[in-house]
């Protein structure tokens, strides 16, 4: 078992990686094409955390953890937790055919937006068991962030403020100086993420490495479990 943690966070072009080394306290950032990629070349990671659920329900009803992360964030932040699809709409082609779908099995539309990250679930889905899910970790950036202060950020993390609030605490949190808005410039060139995408990949990271030092949380205390066996729980 290797020394370090991943923080893992969806953008464009894949999956964008923080690595935190824990005796040096080193962050790198690179990219994987795919997960189960990113899981093959990582095997020996104490734990892999990512910004994607796990765990879902047939019918089409919340995620308790869901609807618990959004309390907390109460305000703008609290629409950044999306709800968790049905895995049944995971396979639809199209949003049309998807918003179509739930609509009819469930009597509500989705957002494109929700549709959006709907691959992404699809793909993590596809690879997760209840094993795999010791090492695997649900996380929720901005529950991530939350937990650090036990308040909710005040800017979108897509604003210069909202860069800066959140560099701050990941300067706290990984024992060093985060560097400023201008890192993601050169981690996008060569993975073509985001500054926002930079931010959550390494705040994975710091939860990654709570969960290494046996201080991590999570909501709810008890899971509930879904019908695959998969624990539906955010840790941060």
């Known amino acids: 078992m290797g020394d370090y943690v991943l923080g893992v966070d969806g953008c ?28 093959d070349r990582h095997r020996d990671a104490k734990y892999v955390a990512v910004d ?16 618990e992360a959004r309390r907390p964030l109460a305000g703008p932040r609290s629409s950044s ?16 055919a998807a918003c179509e779908q739930s609509r009819r099995m469930f009597g509500k539309g ?6 959006a990250i709907y691959p992404k679930i699809a793909e993590v889905d596809r690879l997760m068991t209840p094993e795999l899910q010791d090492w695997v970790l649900e996380v929720h950036p901005e529950i991530c962030f939350w937990g650090i202060t036990r308040r909710a950020m005040c800017h979108s ?16 949190g990984l024992g060093h100086e985060f560097p400023d808005r201008s890192l993601w410039r050169s981690v996008g060139v060569r993975t073509g993420a985001q500054p926002d995408d930079v931010l959550d990949a390494a705040v994975a990271a710091l939860t990654g490495y709570r969960a290494a030092l046996g201080k991590a949380e999570r909501l709810p205390r008890q899971p509930d479990v879904d019908q695959v066996g998969l624990r539906m729980e955010i840790i941060y």
Do not use: M, N
Not at 13 to 37: A, D, M, N, Q
Not at 160 to 169: D, I, K, P, T
């Open 12 to 39: 464009r072009s894949g999956w964008l990686f923080c690595r935190y080394e824990i005796p040096t306290r080193c962050v790198s950032f690179g990219k994987s094409p795919s997960f189960s990629e990113l899981l």
């Open 81 to 96: 937790v999306f709800p968790a699809p049905p895995r049944c709409l995971l396979d639809e082609p199209s949003y049309t």
């Open 157 to 172: 993390k897509k604003t210069r403020e909202g860069y800066e609030e959140r560099r701050r605490l990941l300067g706290d």
């Open 110 to 115: 989705i957002s494109k937006q929700a549709h």
């Open 52 to 67: 994607i659920p796990i765990g879902l329900w047939d019918d089409g009803r919340p995620r308790r953890c869901d609807v």
